[in-house]
């Protein structure tokens, strides 16, 4: 939903500037399928770097990868299928604009950074939420070629409301996180100290 608001405020600011195109079905259908598919892949690939502390969690013992029920190359040849579809999904900005097709490897780099983080920073809930902070900012940047402050200002919110309930979610994990040595803030300062 941020990603289309992003792109609805982009269209209007075409307008108010003069500029054409205002709206484009080919920007919408190229917005939808980079934001489908970059979520997938971001998601599976979470999946796949987490695969072996998820055995040992309690909580998350029972997810797929590790109960069997999905296998890894699987689900690694749908996060290979899903990172292609964002790449080709920027395609449907071109020959207009070549900044979503020039960003789309290391906005994906940056998401799959994410599964790694909590091992060595306790910032991972923030670079969770500057992945989805990348939704609006790239739509915007996607239907306009530049970056401006009403997709960054959209976009930190989003980034602070994702970074503060996934420390209120790790709280969950407090003790199998200090024990595995993984970095989160509930980890690092209780639970009151997380919350607060």
Request: aromatic share 12%.
């Amino acid at each position: 939903p941020f990603a289309l608001l992003a792109a609805v405020m982009a269209w209007a600011a075409n307008v108010t500037d003069g500029l054409t195109p205002a709206f484009r079905w080919q920007d919408l259908l190229g917005i939808l399928v980079c934001m489908v598919s970059a979520r997938s892949a971001a998601m599976a690939f979470n999946r796949l770097a987490d695969r072996d502390i998820d055995a040992l969690n309690p909580r998350t013992q029972s997810r797929h990868l590790p109960t069997g029920v999905l296998n890894t190359r699987h689900v690694a040849m749908f996060t290979g299928v899903c990172s292609l579809f964002f790449v080709a999904g920027t395609l449907f900005f071109l020959p207009r604009n070549p900044l979503p097709l020039c960003f789309s490897v290391p906005v994906l780099l940056f998401l799959f950074g994410y599964s790694y983080a909590k091992r060595f920073t306790i910032l991972s809930h923030f670079w969770l939420g500057a992945a989805l902070m990348a939704a609006p900012v790239a739509a915007w940047v996607a239907i306009r070629a530049e970056l401006a402050w009403p997709p960054v200002v959209l976009g930190t919110a989003v980034m602070l409301w994702v970074a503060g309930f996934d420390i209120i979610y790790a709280c969950q994990d407090i003790r199998f996180d200090a024990r595995m040595r993984l970095c989160s803030i509930p980890a690092r300062c209780g639970a009151s100290g997380a919350l607060r």
